[in-house]
């Protein structure tokens, strides 16, 4: 079935559905590939190519979703933990950047990365001198040289450093440092998140102003250019017009309702459902379904963590580890074991709960790809 015949078919029947979905058991989270391809094709348009994308896996956590980027020509990646880089590594990515703090034990797990895996670039940040001569210190023990980011703070306040002077002065420490290589800069900003597009990019560009001048200033003064890695999800669409600049978003690939509603100006579509049945009707009134806060990430208000792609109008009224109640009208007919499709509000702690994944292609299940990267410890 070429492309062309696939839209139109869309178009005449619902994207999601899937032929023998009664036998599988809910909760489940399922991944539509084909439409994975296709936000991974509009990111890569969106920044300018795959050289200009270096996307975070803290989304989708597996291997099958980094080879799709590979295929399109991403070569280097975010993360930030140790599992999730050496996914990476084992799935042959040329650039992995621990966009977290390494302190200690996870030092010498990184340096053990390093050793293992020599064919994948690692690098981690750095945001204060005694970080960086803690990263010094196991690094020259070790005999390994380790590359670093310059972590910059422009007012998320959760890590960094402001740009300024002492982040000059951290600049100039790492360079010195024998077992630090500073690639260049890293910039979050994930706290600029206005709805109105002109309004976030006003107050991205004032946020970016300062890590420019810092980065133009560390470029003159060692005649070397540096990387710079900038924004996630809600800024990325600003930060793409930057020439040169890395962008750094993740939640793409699978997208959610959290974004598709509060970044209308990203056109990417959803590809990862949860599915989940009625299991008691309490009250004349009311439902309950099996997707309890230990099946799909509820860290926000109770109406911001679901939407059900056949029944919109559905409301939680409470949720708990293993049941979500739901107020429903008379019109609605939704008896025991009826299986409901859900749209979750923030997918990538979602996924964290879940250790496989069902693809969907052509309305079946056509794989099961595990979320490898959710556990703590793989290997190293």
Not at 25 to 36: A, E
Not at 126 to 133: I, S, Y
Not at 291 to 310: C, H, I, M, T
Request: charged share 25%.
């Amino acid at each position: 079935m070429n492309y062309i015949k696939e839209m139109l078919l869309e178009d005449l029947q619902n994207w999601y559905d899937v032929k023998g979905i009664e036998k599988v058991d809910s909760p489940s989270l399922l991944v539509y590939p084909r439409k994975v391809k296709q936000n991974i094709k509009r990111a890569i348009s969106m920044a300018g190519g795959p050289e200009f994308l270096q996307p975070h896996v803290k989304t989708f956590k597996c291997q099958e979703v980094v080879d799709l980027l590979m295929n399109e020509g991403v070569t280097k990646f975010k993360c930030s933990t140790i599992a999730e880089a050496e996914m990476l590594a084992m799935s042959g990515a040329k650039e992995v950047l621990i966009a977290y703090p390494m302190v200690g034990p996870k030092v010498d797990r990184m340096v053990k990365l390093i050793l293992v895996y020599q064919d994948t670039q690692f690098s981690c940040l750095v945001d204060c001198p005694a970080q960086a001569k803690h990263l010094s210190d196991h690094t020259h023990l070790a005999e390994v040289y380790l590359r670093v980011y310059l972590d910059l703070n422009v007012g998320t306040d959760r890590t960094g450093i402001r740009p300024g002077e002492k982040a000059e002065a951290l600049f100039d420490l790492c360079k010195a440092t024998s077992h630090l290589i500073i690639q260049g800069v890293h910039v979050y900003d994930g706290h600029l998140r206005q709805i109105d597009i002109k309004d976030r990019r006003q107050a991205c560009n004032e946020a970016f102003e300062p890590v420019q001048e810092l980065a133009c200033k560390m470029e003159q003064k060692y005649g070397k250019a540096l990387s710079v890695i900038a924004g996630g999800s809600p800024t990325f669409p600003i930060h793409s017009k930057r020439e040169g600049v890395i962008c750094s978003p993740g939640t793409f690939p699978y997208w959610d309702r959290g974004y598709a509603l509060s970044l209308p100006e990203q056109k990417f579509t959803y590809a990862a459902v949860l599915i989940c049945r009625v299991i008691s009707k309490p009250a004349p009134d009311l439902i309950c379904v099996d997707l309890g806060y230990k099946s799909v990430a509820s860290e926000g208000p109770l109406e911001n963590r679901v939407w059900f792609l056949d029944y919109p109008d559905l409301v939680p009224v409470s949720h708990s580890e293993e049941h979500m109640v739901l107020r429903i009208t008379e019109d609605m007919n939704l008896t025991i074991g009826k299986l409901l499709f859900v749209i979750p509000y923030h997918i990538c702690p979602t996924v964290a709960m879940y250790d496989r994944v069902l693809s969907i292609e052509y309305e079946k299940v056509s794989g099961r790809w595990a979320t490898l990267a959710r556990r703590r410890r793989i290997n190293i």
